[in-house]
Antibody, heavy 119, light 110 residues
């Protein structure tokens, strides 16, 4: 069965960096685009980033452009999100999600990893 | 990249039907048939319940249905059940090649 397991979250100070990982299993990772979506405490969902199945196309929400970087390693079936210059407003649960090919939707989600940015 | 507009809350009694609206623009909801709906119970990850405006993934009850007219998409839940009480989010592809979510709607089953 499809599984997505995020890791790498934690408590960091403003301006610090963090790398999140999402280990995928149960499907052909190299055939699917992937997304990162975040949810601040008590708030709604916010799309963060997208990477195409081959890693050649990436998109970001404006608020993280230039600070966050999405990447993937198909040999490890792992998705990454590098978070740099973190701000307090980046505090959230970060979910990775699999893109349902051709449908621009996320059909499977991980359980999320919490990133807390606080001084 | 403004969020799509959803009502903050809706409610209904068991067995009744409710509809949640999701309003965007011609650059997102109105411009593509790539509207999805997700259900999220407290402390859980979101779950896909509708994609491409009207399609249900395998395993999602047919009590859940989606539609779209112009820049507004809608999710209808028929025959409300207690387990339907959750937060619901709409989502759309945009002309910028990004995604945008709605602010979310809390469904309360009375």
């Amino acid at each position: 069965q499809v599984q997505l397991v995020e890791s790498g979250g934690g408590v960091v100070q403003p301006g610090w960096s963090l790398r999140l990982s999402c280990a995928a299993s149960g499907f052909t990772f190299s055939s699917h685009a992937m997304h990162w979506v975040r949810q601040a405490p008590g708030k709604g969902l916010e799309w963060v980033a997208y990477i195409s199945y081959d890693g050649n196309y990436k998109k970001y929400v404006d608020s993280v452009e230039g600070r966050f970087s999405i990447s993937r390693d198909s040999s490890k079936s792992t998705l990454y999100l590098q978070l740099n210059s973190l701000r307090t407003e980046d505090t959230a649960v970060y979910y990775c999600a699999r893109d349902l090919s051709g449908a621009w939707t996320a059909d499977y989600w991980g359980q999320g990893t919490l990133v807390t940015v606080s001084s | 990249q403004s969020a799509l507009t959803q009502p903050a809350s809706v409610s209904g009694s068991p067995g009744q039907s409710i509809t949640i609206s999701c309003t965007g623009t011609s650059s997102d909801v109105g411009g593509y048939n790539y509207v999805s709906w997700y259900q999220q119970h407290p402390g859980r990850a979101p779950k896909l319940i509708i994609y491409e405006v009207t399609n249900r993934p395998s395993g999602v009850p047919d009590r859940f249905s989606g539609s779209k007219s112009g820049n507004t998409a809608s999710l209808t839940v028929s025959g409300l059940q207690a387990e339907d009480e959750a937060d619901y989010y709409c989502n759309s592809h945009t002309s910028s090649g990004t995604w945008v979510f709605g602010g979310g709607t809390r469904l309360t089953v009375l």
